[in-house]
């Protein structure tokens, strides 16, 4: 079946502006997270959404970075007035409820963010 | 808070031979899984081994095994008779039922031909 998904694949805006990510999960997972992954760093937790609610918030950096789910599918993470330091690979994962034995999460190919 | 260190940022193998990439981690946590992705240049992010603390048994998959001391707080991975396509990063991660993984700042491995 499909994996997970992710658009744009390549992002470049300027300094300032807002973007918007989108994640699409594998079918009937409920579990969604987002990642981030800084150039030489590894990847860094942003935010797990179970369902439409977002248990856990704890990792998102600053208050211009949020995140929604809508229908148990498709997340957005948006970041307003972009600064360089956001300049990262977002990575989205989704895991599904029966793998609570493995507590695998499948990931998609990310979204390449440049802030010039 | 758990951490996961990984201390070696490069390694390189020739083709058909093994090699051992390091993960320590530091937890107070009993029941947790440990987990080495692989993420070459596509930047996916694939599953190369799972372990659960519980389990005394090294995990294996094919050409991949651990070596994972509880005690020691160490989880590395062996890769026998690598191949050139095994060229990628390699992240060692910690879950416990935080639903999300902590991972270490990889390891890039080269292998030559």
């Known amino acids: 079946g499909a994996g997970v998904s992710q658009s744009p694949s390549n992002k470049v805006t300027e300094k300032g502006k807002d973007v918007e990510l989108r994640c699409d999960p594998i079918s009937g997972h409920t579990a969604l997270y987002w990642y981030r992954q800084s150039l030489g760093q590894g990847l860094e937790f942003l935010i797990y959404?179970?369902?439409?609610?977002?248990?856990?918030k704890s990792g998102l950096p600053s208050d211009r970075f949020s995140a929604e789910r809508t229908g148990g599918s498709v997340s957005t993470l948006t970041i307003q007035r972009t600064q360089q330091e956001d300049s990262a690979v977002y990575l989205c994962?989704?895991?599904?409820?029966?793998?609570?034995?493995?507590?695998?999460?499948?990931f998609g190919p990310g979204t390449r963010l440049t802030v010039t | 808070a758990q951490t996961v260190t990984q201390s070696q940022p490069e390694m390189s193998v020739q083709e058909a031979e093994t090699v051992t990439l390091s993960c320590t981690y530091d937890?107070?946590?009993?029941?947790?899984?440990l987990f080495w992705y692989k993420q070459p240049p596509s930047r996916q992010m694939i599953l190369v081994i799972r372990?659960?603390?519980?389990?005394?048994q090294n995990a294996t998959e094919n050409r991949f095994s651990v070596n994972f001391q509880k005690a020691a707080k160490s989880f590395s991975l062996k890769i026998s008779d690598s191949q050139l396509g095994d060229t990628a990063m390699y992240f060692c991660a910690f879950f416990y039922n935080t639903d999300k993984l902590i991972f270490g700042t990889g390891t890039r491995l080269q292998v030559f031909p």
């Open positions: 994962a989704s895991s599904s409820p029966r793998d609570t034995i493995t507590y695998e999460q499948y």
């Open positions: 959404f179970q369902g439409n609610s977002a248990p856990d």
């Open positions: 937890t107070s946590e009993n029941n947790y899984y």
């Open positions: 372990q659960e603390a519980y389990k005394q």
